[in-house]
């Protein structure tokens, strides 16, 4: 077998493993991934949740520290909404 052909075989291998491992790893993979994202998400939130509470709306002066999550529908239901 010449270089050529052994690094042909190589990386042909060396594919061939990494799809293989990518196959039976992407579940874990995938579930790690979503884990870490839902992860920083819950951190996002907590943080802006908090931030908001403290600071209240810039349009309307809308504070709630304790129902933070109406914060970001309080301008979006057409009933209320006035421009
Ligand atoms: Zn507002």
Request: charge should be positive; aromatic fraction near 12%; hydrophobic fraction near 15%.
């Amino acid at each position: 077998m010449d270089k050529l052909e052994y690094y042909k075989q190589y990386y042909q291998n060396n594919k061939d493993k990494r799809k293989e491992y990518n196959m039976t790893h992407a579940e874990s993979i995938a579930k790690g991934s979503k884990k870490r994202s839902r992860n920083n998400r819950d951190k996002l939130i907590e943080y802006l949740n908090k931030w908001k509470g403290n600071k209240g709306c810039e349009v309307c002066g809308y504070k709630d520290n304790t129902k933070p999550w109406r914060f970001d529908t309080h301008h979006i239901d057409p009933s209320t909404k006035n421009g």
